[in-house]
Nanobody, 125 residues
Framework: QPQLVESGGGLVQPGGSLRVSCAASGFNLDGYTIGWFRQVPGKEREGVSCISRRGGTTLYADSVKGRFTISRDNAKSTVYLQMNSLKPEDTAVYYC??????????????????WGQGTQVTVSS
């Protein structure tokens, strides 16, 4: 049974850092690009970052560029999102998703095959 499980969310002060993880099981992670998305109540889920199968290509939303870093360890079947200089507007539930493709070419949710359950990130003083 393919599964993605996010972890590492929590409460952090503005300007702080947090690393969230996405652990895959039941399928070969190295056959998939991985995207990170986030959603706040009442708003559409938005793409935050994406990493290609081998990790050679990454994409970032303009709102997080220069602050967030995505990486992956296929041997551990895990993808990470390091979030620095966090702002209150980064508060959201963060989801990871897997898409059977070589490169990150779309944020369309319907194009992703598997989704995690999400982890809450709250940035507040």
């Amino acid at each position: 049974q393919p599964q993605l499980v996010e972890s590492g969310g929590g409460l952090v002060q503005p300007g702080g850092s947090l690393r969230v993880s996405c652990a895959a099981s039941g399928f070969n992670l190295d056959g998939y690009t991985i995207g990170w998305f986030r959603q706040v109540p009442g708003k559409e889920r938005e793409g935050v970052s994406c990493i290609s199968r081998r990790g050679g290509t990454t994409l970032y939303a303009d709102s997080v560029k220069g602050r967030f870093t995505i990486s992956r360890d296929n041997a551990k079947s895990t993808v990470y999102l390091q979030m620095n200089s966090l702002k209150p507007e980064d508060t959201a539930v963060y989801y990871c998703a897997a898409r059977s493709s070589y490169y990150c070419t779309t944020w369309a949710r319907s194009e992703y095959d598997y989704w995690g359950q999400g982890t809450q990130v709250t940035v507040s003083s």
